[in-house]
């Protein structure tokens, strides 16, 4: 029987092993699955923690969802095909939920599909080769500090793209008196209080760390971007100023002419797509963006048509993204999809280019 290996237990993880317990459930054979994944919890991003930088074993934490998070797409667009906000809660609930709601209805969907039973929690992947059509996957156990290697036929790479910051570095950042942080390791508003802030990006977690620090006391929030502003009314104590050019002291100069004095700086910078664990010839290159070269499909790796990548484009319909990218990876795997040749394959991707 073949075997898979699915690395990530998160949202993209979890829909590969539903859709295979789907499969089942309609009576057909499936391979034999094992999902590692390195926290302690399923969820992925969504399982939430107050732990920054790393866990109680010395692994970086995975994790970047902050306290007071709600959706900032609506559910409807989230929403799984094969189960409802209402068919998990028992009620309508408004459209912008907030975090824990949003956890609950992934995992529930995965405790009804009983899809845990293929899961190797706090267990990280150091390593995997692929060599005589087989993929070697090595494994570090990290309660019992164990390695060990396994063999499979498929590998699913599901470990997303939003856990290893991106961190530019300005000129004064070295002798910035005041706290630097990246979204990553933010988890409360409540601690800048008080503060003048500095907030660093134009995209989603600049826009919901600005209002959400504003809110809970911030005395000030100004946000650098580096292309174009968001452009939102903002409160009058929440002003966009471009391009930080320099920090001198605790005083922040922008090319626009503006300074300010802040207290803290908080990167909403972006995240890197990073796979240490892969050997170089499997290992996806890409930044953010929709469409990511060598992927045929946005999912099956161009040059291994045995390895495939979930969730790896830049995203707003992620839940139902994932789902339809778990479904067509499913069957690629049970030959219910037959792949075209390899030039065919070239012609697509070239297709989708930007």
């Not at 002003?239 to 930080?244: A, D, G, I, Q, S």
């Not at 100069?253 to 995240?271: M, S």
């Not at 479904?327 to 989708?352: M, T």
Request: a negative charge.
């Amino acid at each position: 029987m073949p075997r898979i290996a699915v690395i990530g237990a998160g949202p993209s993880g979890l829909s590969t092993l539903i859709s295979f317990r789907q499969a089942e459930i309609e009576g057909m054979q499936i391979p034999e699955i094992v999902c590692y994944d390195k926290q302690e919890d399923w969820g992925g991003l969504w399982n939430f923690s107050w732990r920054t930088g790393t866990d109680l074993y010395g692994d970086t934490v995975h994790n970047g969802m902050y306290q007071h998070l709600w959706s900032n797409g609506p559910k409807e667009c989230l929403e799984f095909g094969n189960y409802t906000f209402d068919e998990h809660l028992g009620k309508p609930i408004p459209s912008f939920p907030p975090r824990p709601i949003l956890y609950d209805y992934l995992t529930g969907r995965a405790a009804k599909y009983d899809v845990k039973k293929y899961i190797k929690l706090n267990t990280r992947v150091e390593q995997v080769t692929y060599e005589n059509e087989k993929f070697y996957v090595t494994v570090w156990n990290k309660p019992e500090k164990h390695v060990s290697t396994e063999e499979f036929d498929f590998v699913v790479v599901a470990t997303g793209h939003f856990s290893v910051p991106f961190i530019p570095e300005y000129p004064g950042m070295e002798s910035f008196p005041g706290r630097i942080l990246h979204s990553h390791d933010f988890r409360n508003a409540e601690e800048f209080s008080g503060q003048d802030l500095l907030v660093l990006g134009s995209s989603y977690s600049a826009e919901d760390i600005s209002l959400q620090c504003y809110k809970y006391g911030a005395n000030s929030v100004s946000i650098g971007y580096r292309n174009k502003p968001m452009g939102f009314k903002w409160p009058p104590t929440v002003k966009e100023f471009f391009y930080l050019d320099r920090l001198e002291g605790s005083t922040a100069y922008f090319r626009d002419g503006h300074n300010q004095k802040v207290d803290a700086i908080i990167l909403c910078t972006g995240y890197l797509h990073y796979f240490p664990f892969l050997e170089d010839k499997l290992k996806l290159k890409t930044t953010n963006r929709m469409n990511c070269s060598d992927l045929y499909k946005g999912v099956v790796w161009q040059n291994n048509p045995r390895l495939f990548y979930l969730g790896m484009q830049d995203q707003f319909y992620t839940f139902s993204m994932f789902d339809a990218q778990a479904w067509y990876v499913r069957d690629v795997i049970l030959d219910k999809i037959i792949l075209p040749s390899e030039s065919e394959i070239q012609k697509d991707i070239e297709k989708w280019k930007l």
